[in-house]
């Protein structure tokens, strides 16, 4: 019985019912020690008529075993592994330890998790306890978490029970409170009966309703003694111990370090310790014995019984279980280290070893843990330092970089290890760039390339081709001509296949010096590398935005991210989101690149990359300021400009002032736009590409208000640019600048007539729409009415089609004043889908099922199929089959 939990058992059991209804809930119950957590969940366990329930609970002693409470939760479910995409299934079984270890992300865990429970979920719902998640192996933690957050449609109900240890990042929490006075009283009054009144009440005070201290308390020895819980609740578990006979205490020592049965039992034979012991404890209340473990029956049971006997004591069972265990069990590793008293290289060893293992089952919070304690144990300062740096670059990969940073403050010098040296200067870049201080990341990253420098030349240019993107970044062209001559320094073979990388970095460094015909030519042909690691191609396909070729652009990072997700690298996508969603803007298809954006934001935070939002919160401005959302775009904007402050990072500044400015521009407002763009570029957006593309606004800005003097200057920046690129849209658009600057009506024509005829093949609807409202308000003007309504209508078209509202009603109301009749919106089929139907229905319409579908976007098969039963009405279809013969363009 739940005493005084009626509030509590109504908010748990809204999150049943959300389940038996078919839809996804989630809660973490916080609260105390003893205040009722694993009672409210096993009450939630009891009540789940109908539902399949999954559970597991975090051990104190199995905190470094990866994926250890994962296991445990799932076990239940895993014959339906075999349902699950290859890649999924092969990282599921390799991160359990029931098959080789996998390739891929750690995150694909937690894919394969998902798409499990939403497999297990199409028979009926689903309920998962967690109960002691504060304990959870860090692995189990992180992938149940990413669960919780992608639930969607699924029939799946999480229920977290934690003390306030555990991180719930943004999941719903619910706190229990301590029992009220006169509930507190009753259950005493229950469970100890004869106690005097002033007894209880002063229980019940000291208490402060925990309903575990209300139980355990009162069979303390009189007097009671006030003391904070839950140290006092310890000491009470403490005396019902004491009581114990021997054996008894001596069992619950070796189960407290060991639950296994079997093991457990042998153990106490080699001791000498009877099995009976274990008999008492269990008729004392202490344990239950089931299943081949031995559960203590609250948690603070295992501490108060492994805190209750002398040091001596705990290292003979460490000791022994060591010697029970197979040498690749993790936990001979940690029993060999907690039985160690100084430096013992065995127990380091098998430590490293289990690193290893838990670094191949992608357990990089385990690996990371293991590495710190072998170091710890390890006599020689270089192997120390190894073991240390180790563990600091599987604590990074982990996403935990204040662990990285202690890790890393804990090494010798590492001055004689050039690998060492270099893999040190790489992690504090890593966590310099997130810090805010890409400057220093930028100087670590050429400082390890000087070390790597006379033992690997390669390994040093890819260090140098890191640098110079990250000074790019920062706008510093010193710092990326800096990177560039060391690379030149290097002297690469062409074997070490970075010449392409090499040339673009020395081209970008001209570009920055010397302007845009010194760097841009020599830049291009990085953007034919379809081949080689991913960084490498993903530099190309950004490489390939600053010299203006979208298509090269889009092509690769669409490719580095398919690979990505087929491989299961899901670390790569956050960086490949930006690269695509910026083509995907410039080539004007704008729903595409929301859809890309968005999915890139929630990548972003799933894999602990923050500075890659900067860039996709900055493409989301600019297309909520085509679309006329100034609020939104404003909104978007400020959080690029918050995240410019902390982490200098000029291409998200880039991209909100333009948005801003675009904003403006849309809303009727040409003067605060241009002031806008003239202030950006006295800052460091004036070395971004975003000062060049954004200039054709600015002279369409300053010529509206008849500043020609800062018009001709954002021209000239544009066509110096333009003639050095040697591409169709560049020219079609610096073509429009002149036409707007050109006071003769017969220049301006030509101007305007020779940008139109370069459009017909540019790829850039958005840019071809804007030539053509500018050419029909010209027109006009001229008093050219037919014609201009000619352009007007087609640049309306196209307005309604990308769905950029302001331009769409500037160019009717020129139609309008043109003498044509004021036409109703046009809006593609698109236009009605949110970014994530109209993902799904494009790959439905090329032929993917819902579990394919699900595998690519990391969404479970009953989320696909809930976005396609919302998608269907919007597109006035009723099949899978009629969609293909659908235009989902736009």
């Keep these: 019985m739940l005493w005084g939990r009626e509030a509590d058992r109504a908010a748990v059991g809204s999150v049943l019912d959300r389940a038996r209804a078919g839809h996804c809930a989630v809660l973490v119950v916080r609260g105390d020690p003893g205040i009722g957590k694993s009672a409210l969940l096993d009450d939630a366990a009891a009540g789940a008529t109908g539902m399949t329930v999954l559970r597991c609970a975090g051990v104190e002693t199995e905190a470094e075993v990866p994926f250890a409470s994962l296991h445990q939760l799932l076990a239940p479910a895993l014959t339906r592994a075999k349902h699950l995409p290859d890649v999924q299934a092969a990282a599921l079984r390799g991160a359990l330890g029931l098959g080789p270890a996998a390739g891929g992300d750690q995150l694909l865990v937690g894919v394969a998790v998902l798409t499990l429970l939403a497999e297990l979920a199409e028979d009926g719902p689903v309920l998962c306890l967690v109960d002691d998640a504060h304990w959870l192996d860090r692995s189990s933690a992180q992938a149940l978490r990413f669960v919780a957050r992608r639930l969607h449609a699924e029939a799946v109900a999480m229920l977290f029970g934690a003390r306030d240890e555990f991180a719930p990042e943004g999941l719903p929490e619910h706190r229990l409170a301590g029992l009220d006075p006169e509930t507190a009283d009753a259950l005493l009054r229950q469970v100890r009966p004869g106690l005097p009144q002033r007894i209880r009440w002063r229980l019940v005070r000291d208490s402060a309703g925990n309903p575990l201290a209300l139980r355990e308390l009162p069979r303390g020895a009189a007097p009671f003694v006030p003391a904070a819980l839950p140290r006092r609740i310890q000491d009470a578990f403490a005396a019902r111990i004491d009581r114990l006979p021997p054996d008894g205490q001596a069992m619950l020592l070796i189960a407290a370090a060991f639950d296994g049965l079997g093991i457990a039992l042998r153990a106490a034979e080699l001791l000498g310790v009877s099995p009976k012991g274990l008999g008492a404890a269990e008729e004392a209340g202490l344990v239950t014995v089931a299943a081949g473990r031995i559960a203590f029956t609250h948690p603070l049971l295992r501490a108060a019984a492994y805190q209750q006997t002398t040091f001596d004591r705990r290292l003979a069972v460490h000791r022994t279980l060591a010697e029970l265990l197979p040498a690749d069990d993790d936990r001979r590793a940690w029993h060999l280290a907690a039985a160690a008293t100084g430096p013992d290289e065995e127990a380091a060893l098998a430590l490293e070893r289990a690193a290893d293992r838990a670094r191949g089952r992608k357990g990089y919070p385990a690996s990371a843990a293991a590495l710190q304690r072998s170091a710890q144990l390890t006599a020689d300062p270089v192997q120390r330092t190894r073991r240390l740096v180790g563990a600091a670059v599987a604590a990074n990969d982990a996403g935990q970089p ?489």
């Excluded at 203006?548 to 790569?572: C, H, K, L, N, T």
């Excluded at 904003?663 to 003239?678: F, I, K, M, V, W």
């Excluded at 050419?775 to 087609?794: D, I, M, P, S, V």
């Design 402 to 890: 204040d662990l990285t940073r202690t890790f890393l403050a804990s090494c010798d010098p590492v001055d004689g290890d050039p690998v060492l040296v270099a893999r040190v200067c790489e992690l504090r870049a890593r966590l310099a760039f997130d810090d805010g201080s890409a400057a220093s990341a930028h100087d670590l990253l050429v400082a390890g390339a000087a070390a790597l420098a006379p033992v690997d030349r390669r390994a040093a240019g890819l260090l140098l081709v890191d640098a110079a993107r990250n000074a790019w970044q920062l706008s510093d062209p010193p710092r990326v001509q800096e990177a560039a001559a060391r690379l030149h320094a290097l002297d690469l073979a062409p074997s070490d296949g970075l010449d392409p990388a090499v040339d673009a970095v020395t081209a970008a460094a001209r570009l920055l010096i010397e302007g845009p015909a010194a760097g841009v030519p020599a830049m291009r042909a990085l953007t034919r590398t379809r081949t080689g690691p991913p960084n490498l191609r993903l530099n190309a396909a950004f490489v390939a935005g600053l010299v203006g070729d979208f298509e090269a652009g889009r092509e690769i990072s669409q490719a580095v991210a398919d690979e990505s997700r087929a491989e299961g690298a899901v670390g790569w996508l956050p960086l490949a989101h930006v690269t695509l969603a910026a083509a995907e803007l410039y080539l004007g298809r704008f729903r595409d690149a929301v859809a890309t954006a968005t999915e890139g934001l929630q990548l972003a935070a799933d894999t602990g990359q923050p500075n890659r939002a900067g860039y996709l919160e900055g493409i989301l401005a600019w297309i909520l300021a085509v679309r006329g959302d100034a609020a939104g775009c404003a909104e978007l904007a400020g959080r690029c400009h918050e995240r410019y402050a902390r982490n200098h990072i000029a291409n998200g500044l880039a991209w909100a002032e333009w948005a801003l400015a675009l904003s403006d521009l849309g809303q009727g407002r040409p003067a605060e736009a241009s002031d806008r763009l003239d202030a950006a570029l006295a800052g460091p957006v004036r070395h971004q590409i975003q000062a060049v593309y954004s200039a054709p606004d600015q002279v369409e800005a300053a010529t509206r208000i008849g500043a020609f003097d800062r018009a001709e200057a954002a021209c000239a920046r544009f066509v110096a640019w333009a003639d050095a690129a040697r591409i169709g849209w560049a020219d079609a658009v610096a073509h429009r600048c002149h036409a707007l600057l050109e006071p003769s009506w017969p220049a301006a024509n030509r101007h305007f007539e020779a940008a139109v005829a370069a459009h017909a093949s540019s790829g850039r609807p958005w840019e071809t729409a804007r030539t053509q409202l500018a050419f029909g308000e010209r027109l006009r003007r001229e008093r050219r009415k037919g014609e201009a309504r000619t352009q007007l209508r087609a640049a309306a078209e196209i307005f309604d089609r990308l769905d950029a509202r302001p331009w769409a009603d500037r160019a009717r109301a020129e139609l309008r004043a043109a003498g044509a009749a004021s036409a109703a919106p046009s809006s593609s089929l698109a236009s009605a889908l949110s970014p994530q139907e109209l993902q799904i229905v494009r790959l439905v319409a090329a032929g993917l099922t819902n579990r394919e579908i699900g595998a690519q976007l990391f969404l479970s098969p009953k989320t696909v199929s809930y976005h396609l039963y919302r998608a269907f009405p919007k597109l006035g279809v009723a099949s899978r089959t009629q969609l293909a013969r659908l235009d989902l363009t736009g």
